[in-house]
């Protein structure tokens, strides 16, 4: 009963590995105890290279722990790997008789005391590496027992490292992620069914950090302008996933200091959540841009829909000043002419609001920084 105690309480031990790597630490001194093994450790194995790496380990001296990385993983027994979850020593590999001669045995494991090592791949990571149990086994040889109580830890310890490499990859996938949402000038904000923020980039930070047009009030973000406000809880009101309908709108922003800015919700679709490597809940992106006049992305709307100059300044006009009344004003013409040219502006460009003038200028404006 105490043995079987001692292996219950070892293998939830493995799986509290699963979440925190750095618990391998204590779990090798236990498989260690369990199987009656001098030393042990988790190590890679590549066959290609015959390099090697350990990882945690017990019962070794550092000094031939960088022994083995530096020169010894060349010489070792592991020239080819035995099958996945298959325990063996150096018998099993090779000529033992023969193989004591060689370095390995002479110069790595005699001087710690060892004759043997049981071994067990308990992941491999490609086509020509492994993660393996290692056990050194002291001045016997590996026996039954030690082989069948090593055996009763590898599966164990297999699915550990799995649930490790799966984390470590979602975690490597996030960041990169984050780092290039970092990199766009747009403000970018990941959205629950509610409206609160899962995730913010950089830019999105800094919107709310200057508390002007954005707001982040009890987790959800807010408008200081009442009707877009209402926009977005019209947006987010059925509590569900957004609509690609209900979020098709542009909802325009304006600072403090009369800079507008103009934003668009879009539903985030099963797989793209996935790909983000964020919470799940996130169900939307919003995307904030800064509208500007003169931007680099005037030439090639010009090019692209064949815009005249006068046309040029009243599109872009649409998308700083709005209202045709204001954009008369702000260019100096009448009204009548900022009509004229707003009906060769939906020609050109298929739209039929200055809503969608406002979309399409928002679309060609660069999203990565310019830090200049």
């Not at 779990?27 to 260690?32: K, L, P, Q, S």
């Amino acid at each position: 009963m105490r043995g079987i105690s001692r292996l219950s309480g070892l293998i939830e031990e493995i799986y509290d590995a699963a979440l925190e790597p750095a618990a391998w630490n204590d779990i090798v001194v236990g498989i260690n105890d369990f199987v009656g093994g001098k030393a042990c450790g988790l190590i890679s194995k590549d066959t290609m290279s015959q390099s090697g790496l350990t990882y945690y380990y017990c019962g070794v001296d550092p000094h031939y722990i960088q022994l083995y990385s530096d020169t010894h993983a060349r010489y070792d027994h592991l020239t080819v790997l035995p099958p996945l979850g298959q325990v063996v020593s150096i018998p099993d590999l090779l000529a033992y008789d023969e193989y004591r001669s060689g370095p390995f045995y002479q110069e790595w494991l005699r001087p710690q005391g060892c004759v043997d090592i049981a071994n067990v791949v308990l992941e491999k990571s490609g086509s020509t590496s492994a993660v393996l149990l290692a056990v050194l086994t002291g001045t016997r040889m590996a026996d039954e027992e030690m082989r069948r109580r090593i055996a009763l830890i590898a599966p164990h310890a297999h699915k550990a490292l799995l649930i490790n490499k799966a984390i470590d990859s979602r975690q490597s996938e996030a960041a990169t992620f984050a780092r290039t949402l970092d990199g766009l000038s747009a403000g970018i904000f990941l959205l629950d069914a509610g409206g609160r923020i899962v995730h913010a980039n950089t830019s999105g930070h800094d919107m709310l950090y200057a508390d002007d047009f954005l707001r982040l009030i009890g987790g959800r973000l807010v408008a200081r302008d009442t009707k877009v406000n209402q926009g977005l809880r019209d947006i987010f009101a059925g509590g569900g996933e957004v609509s690609n309908e209900a979020a098709g709108a542009a909802l325009p922003l304006m600072a403090h200091d009369g800079e507008r800015y103009v934003a668009h919700v879009l539903p985030l679709t099963s797989a793209a959540r996935g790909s983000t490597g964020m919470a799940y809940k996130a169900v939307s992106a919003m995307f904030v841009r800064r509208v500007a006049l003169d931007s680099p992305s005037d030439e090639v709307l010009a090019r692209t829909f064949k815009l005249t100059p006068s046309e040029l300044r009243v599109l872009t006009a649409v998308s700083e000043i709005g209202g045709v009344a204001a954009i008369a004003g702000a260019l100096g013409i009448s009204e009548a002419t900022v009509k004229t040219h707003l009906q060769h502006l939906f020609a050109k460009t298929g739209t039929n609001r200055q809503t969608d003038l406002v979309k399409l200028v928002a679309a060609y404006a660069s999203p990565l920084k310019n830090d200049s």
